[in-house]
């Protein structure tokens, strides 16, 4: 019995960790026992008709408690605690039915009762099921070096800092960065993304990933039992544990709903009695109580809701609460933040000008030769796109300005245009700022010589994902902290037309709350300066669930990979699931305003508004279930 229909429902997982839902559906109780009590039941129904009324009601007994013992006992201590609950209703309507000697309608309730339930967690533990295989990507066993030798332990052992051997087609056991070898990474089951990733010394490489061609060794980052996959595992529990607002709208009807069916039967008994055949009337208020119970309403909600989270993972989105899902649905307007989001935070030469005299191989190699002892982030991609790799001397960095020392006995300064002299290349350094660039001049004996243009590329989907949101009705804005002119030119390649920069965190969260003010927002970001505006947005999303900290833990979603692509696919998947549960919210309403009338009415008994009822569950976890269909699937 679920906490969805009033009983307390607790997760099935044995205590040794292993996963309850691997068990075969013929050791499951909540499986076995509704089948039994359906088996009585039929057989109570065969040998009723065959003429032996004493079989058939011991068998309908058989059934009744069968059905019973899955729903009664939670009522009965939700009782004690001073709640009422949908099965409280169920367990008065079979109790009644017994007194007034309809033990055959009573099985029927208990047993629809209970399949329904043993259906809904059944569906419940398929939408886990998904997300639970998130561990299997992990080996059971993982190879690490100990001096000379190599040496098998569980993987569940290991500690950061350990090197691991990954032979080709072998699964990577932790996190851990790159230290000898290259290889291509399928990384498919993880982010989502079907491209497999190259990897070379010093990259970082996530748990679960399946190495395809050479051997490498990877030094752990992270314990066998604390990496990327464990940290999603962990979101999704939770996403697991918490209802939004429209799972709620079901426990906000059953609230008044309870002690007003019961009311309301009690007043169908004594007012109909005192006028005359009493039996009739209980009876009719016994069907009242089946009649107004909205079980099919509690189930429908959370099953969506938890059905829908589930498959978002299988295309790399982790959806960190039921409250987010419904947001998500009814997003209008997407701010993204710049660096690391729409751009790949990997800056690249893009261009780079000469004096006379002076060869873009020569620029490159002068500025690498002072960069390699260099701590600014542009470095990096300067020693990378240099041809030779030198060094030099006497290099002395002025923080802010930038750096010299001597190559080849040549004195060399590289740093901004704002503290070098331009000279002839002072126009051409305006054109490179013009296109988004970061430059940095490169002066030889103190003559400028070189001018080099660094860029943090656009993501190569960003313009596709743009259009894409654009075309399902949702405005995007990119905020920034970067310079208006760097913003303004990705904006225009990317396709978007609201651009705010020069922004602190601070500022990020104000012009969220600005855009919030027409409707439902999502900040995409990736940093800690990004965690304000994720934290005020109505659906913040974290870009990579091993990113910042900070990101994800304000964030409402987190992405496993880097894949703008995935933004659009959630979106249609989030609307999807909120149509499934506007559905299934107005069936469950419509089959009781349907059976209330009926059954005041006599039109309906017992055993027709129980069949009724739970023919209806069926139909709402059914359709529940369609959330469970994720983008990746339909394609």
């Known amino acids: 019995m679920s906490a969805a229909c009033g009983c307390e429902h607790k997760p099935d ?31 109570g129904l065969a040998f009723e008709w065959s003429g032996l009324p004493t079989v058939a009601v011991a ?32 367990t008065i309507s079979a109790i009644g039915a017994v007194f007034l000697g309809y033990v055959e309608e009573a099985a029927a309730l208990a047993f629809l009762y209970s399949i329904a339930e043993a259906l809904e967690d059944k569906a419940m533990d398929r939408a886990r099921g998904g997300l639970r295989a998130l561990l299997k990507l992990v080996p059971q066993t993982a190879t690490i070096r100990q001096g000379d030798a190599s040496v098998d332990i569980d993987a569940k052992d290991l500690q950061a800092g350990q090197i691991m051997l990954v032979r080709p087609g072998e699964r990577i056991a932790t996190d851990g960065i790159v230290r000898a070898g290259r290889s291509s990474l399928d990384t498919s089951a993880i982010t989502g993304e079907s491209i497999p990733v190259e ?115 299988k295309f790399g989105v982790i959806i960190k609460s039921g409250a987010a899902f419904e947001r998500f649905g009814l997003i209008r307007h997407t701010a993204f933040d710049k660096t690391g989001t729409l751009t790949r935070n990997e800056p690249v030469v893009a261009e780079v000008l000469t004096t006379e005299g002076t060869t873009r191989a020569q620029a490159l190699t002068w500025a690498a030769a002072l960069e390699a002892h260099s701590t600014h982030p542009l470095a990096s991609a300067i020693i990378s796109a240099s041809p030779e790799k030198r060094h030099a001397d006497k290099v002395i ?20 245009p704002r503290w070098l002299e331009a000279g002839q290349l002072g126009g051409s350094i305006a054109s490179l700022e013009q296109q988004g660039m970061t430059v ?99 659906v913040g999303i974290a870009m990579g669930a091993t990113g ?76 529940g279930l369609r959330a469970a269909r994720s983008q990746k699937e339909r394609k």
Not at 71 to 87: C, E, N, Q, W, Y
Not at 246 to 264: F, N, Q
């Open 13 to 43: 997982v044995r205590e040794d960790g292993a996963d309850e839902l691997e068990r075969p559906w013929w050791r499951d109780r909540g499986v076995m026992v509704p089948v039994f009590s359906g088996t009585a039941f039929l057989g």
């Open 199 to 313: 990897v070379e010394p010093g990259d970082l490489v996530s748990a679960g990933a399946i190495n395809m061609a050479g051997a490498i060794e990877v030094e752990a980052s992270a314990a066998g039992t604390e990496n990327s996959l464990t940290t999603i595992v962990k979101l999704v529990e939770q996403a697991q544990a918490e209802k939004g607002d429209r799972a709620r709208l079901a426990d906000r009807i059953a609230r008044p709903l309870v002690p007003g069916v019961l009311i309301l039967a009690g007043l169908v008994a004594l007012i109909g009695s005192a006028f005359g055949e009493p039996e009739l009337w209980i009876t009719r208020a016994l069907v009242v109580l089946v009649a107004a119970s909205p079980c099919a309403l509690a189930i429908s909600v959370p099953l969506t809701v938890v059905a829908a989270i589930g498959s978002a993972s």
């Open 440 to 538: 940095v001049l490169v002066h030889r004996d103190a003559r400028p010589v070189a001018a080099i243009g660094v860029r943090d590329e656009l993501r190569p989907e960003a313009a596709e994902v743009v259009r894409e949101l654009e075309a399902q009705g949702i405005g995007v804005t990119m905020l920034t902290g970067d310079n208006t002119r760097t913003a303004h030119t990705l904006a225009q390649q990317a396709g978007i037309h609201d651009v705010r920069a020069e922004l602190r965190p601070n500022d990020k969260a104000a012009a969220i709350a600005e855009l919030a003010q027409n409707g439902c927002v999502a900040m995409i970001g990736d940093g800690i300066n990004d965690t304000p505006a994720l934290a005020t947005a109505d």
């Open 397 to 416: 960095e002025q923080a802010g300005h930038g750096i010299e020392g001597t190559l080849d006995g040549a004195r060399i300064t590289v740093g901004s």
């Open 548 to 623: 910042s900290d900070a990101a994800i833990e304000s964030a409402d979603v987190a992405f496993t990979g880097h894949d703008l692509r995935s933004l659009p696919k959630a979106f249609k998947h989030a609307r999807k699931g909120r149509r499934i549960i506007n559905q299934n919210i107005a069936l469950s309403l419509l089959i009781i305003a349907v059976l209330l009338p009926l059954a005041l009415l006599g039109i309906l008994g017992l055993a027709a508004v129980v069949l009724v009822h739970e023919i209806a569950e069926v139909v709402v976890i059914l359709n």
């Open 59 to 90: 068998l309908f007994w058989l059934a009744l408690l069968l059905g019973a013992s899955t729903f009664t006992p939670g009522a009965v201590r939700k009782l004690m605690r001073g709640k009422l609950g949908i099965s409280l209703l169920m």
